[in-house]
């Protein structure tokens, strides 16, 4: 509904504040927002403070795309809170998370962060489609060589089906043509 907002939207959206799941209350305030309604944000902004990996990650989606500038301090002091127990990676993830929705909020210097998760190594390829995933909507230009370069090694070298995909969809979000022969 965020995608294709319209007022009509609103009356269903409502009851979805008081949802069960955080994730679908943050999801109910970003369409509402985008169908003209005038929704609490502060609920999104606990949590990115929560354990859970899946609620806090897309707290920061939501962040992003409601494009207030001020979440900006709130994103970065919410980084690494909580999570001293929780898998590496998932951290990481949570990160990813948050660097996206910090450089939607005109804080460039985070793409940093989401271009070296381009090379991490293949046992954390979560990362590298995560990544690519965000630089495509990022439309990150200056990632294209990057995104060419997992398509195009070959080798022991070659990355898994799955990366090359998420570069390839990734490079046609940027406006290109991924050659489709080396996926």
Same mark, same amino acid.
């Given at each position: 509904i965020s995608e294709a907002p319209s007022k009509e939207f609103v009356l269903f959206l409502q009851p979805l504040l008081s949802d069960d799941s955080?994730?679908?209350?943050?999801?109910?305030?970003?369409?509402?927002v985008r169908c003209g309604a005038?929704?609490?944000? @502060? %609920?999104?902004?606990?949590?990115?403070?929560?354990n859970d990996a899946e609620i806090r990650a897309n707290a920061y989606l939501v962040l992003g795309e409601l494009g207030n500038p001020s979440a900006v301090a709130m994103i970065r002091d919410s980084l690494g809170h909580g999570l001293k127990l929780m898998n590496p990676i !998932?951290? !990481?993830?949570i990160d990813l998370a948050a660097a996206e929705a910090l450089v939607k909020l005109?804080?460039?210097?985070?793409? =940093?962060?989401? !271009? #070296? #998760?381009l090379f991490a190594p293949p046992e954390q390829s979560e990362l590298t489609i995560?990544?690519? =995933?965000?630089?495509? $909507?990022?439309?990150?230009?200056v990632s294209r060589p990057m995104l060419e370069r997992l398509l195009s090694?070959?080798?022991?070298?070659? !990355? @898994? %089906? =799955?990366? $090359?995909? #998420?570069a390839a969809t990734a490079l046609m979000q940027l406006g290109g043509s991924a050659n489709m022969a080396m996926l």
């Open positions: 955080d994730s679908v209350k943050a999801a109910a305030t970003l369409a509402l005038n929704p609490d944000p @502060s %609920p999104i902004s606990a949590m990115i403070y929560m !998932r951290v !990481r993830l005109g804080d460039e210097h985070e793409i =940093e962060p989401i !271009r #070296a #998760a995560v990544a690519c =995933e965000a630089i495509g $909507r990022l439309k990150d230009e090694v070959q080798g022991d070298a070659k !990355r @898994s %089906p =799955e990366i $090359r995909l #998420a």
